[in-house]
């Protein structure tokens, strides 16, 4: 549930929206801090480590179903020292997305990660939104909003034109294949733009218009681990037990095929 006051009728009321996967919760978990997105990584999969024999536990406390991604490495033959799908950060990502390997009763984690806005051209890898077993995502476009600049904007005929044209990679996402030959990204989703809520303070006169333009990997990305929860919620419901890759199945098999590379 997303609540945000309006103004409606001369008065500031209290208004709340149905998210995209309404039963579900949100875990925050800081990881990009001095290298802790392994220790952030674990802890969020139910992992707790041991400082008398420096090993880590599976507990299943603490266990997120989904770890959504939108952060990367773009310079990664200098800091990884190999080939994304291969490096180290893949490597960690695709155990952690398979059941039983880390821990016999280590269900996995449904990874979703932006594939990075480094692109245009074949190859643009950044680890480890290129891991294998990851739903790696892409950045499309939604032209709506050129409406709201005017049909006529330079960046309306840049990218495209108004809300017509929608649904084509945008020029800087990245693309595969990543070093080991795989396609890349699995999906792609909503990255140029969207509307977002922004500070009451910010909006002009009573604040209606306080709202923010959006956009990158960091919108695709969530937006799709919204679509995974939903999945999972679906699967739940239904009495089935979900791996993380029948999660990334189901999406694959019931996106739109865009007809490009």
């Known amino acids: 549930i997303i609540s945000s006051p309006l103004y409606v009728d001369g008065e500031w009321r209290l208004h709340s929206l149905v998210g ?47 770890i959504s991604n939108s952060w990367g490495i773009s310079e990664w033959p ?8 291969y490096d180290a950060l893949s490597l960690i990502e695709d155990a952690l997305s398979l059941p039983s390997f880390l821990y016999p009763d280590y269900p996995g984690t449904v990874f979703v990660h932006s594939v ?15 891991s294998s077993l990851s739903i790696s995502v892409g950045a499309t476009t939604a032209m709506h909003i050129m409406e709201f600049w005017g049909r006529h904007h330079s960046l309306a005929s840049h990218y495209g034109g108004p809300s017509t044209f929608r649904d084509d990679p945008i020029s800087w996402t990245n693309r595969g294949p990543n070093a080991l030959g795989e396609p890349k990204p699995d999906v792609m989703s909503i990255g140029f733009w969207g509307y977002v809520s ?48 029948m999660v990334k199945t189901i ?8 007809s490009n590379d």
């Open 20 to 66: 995209m996967a309404p039963e579900t919760s949100i875990m925050a978990v800081k990881s990009l801090w001095i290298g802790d997105i392994f220790f952030g990584w674990m802890w969020a999969s139910g992992f707790d480590f041991n400082v008398t024999d420096s090993k880590w536990y599976y507990t299943g406390e603490h266990k997120a179903d989904i």
């Open 198 to 245: 922004g500070p009451i303070n910010l909006g002009e006169g009573d604040g209606f218009t306080s709202s923010e333009i959006f956009g990158g990997g960091s919108l695709a990305t969530p937006l799709t681990a919204g679509g995974a929860a939903l999945v999972i919620q679906s699967l739940k419901t239904a009495g089935i037990k979900h791996t993380p890759q």
């Open 78 to 85: 200098f800091y990884l020292s190999a080939g994304v799908g």
């Open 116 to 130: 990075g806005n480094g692109g245009f051209g074949y190859g643009t890898m950044t680890s480890p939104g290129f």
């Open 251 to 258: 999406i694959q098999s019931t996106a739109d095929d865009m």
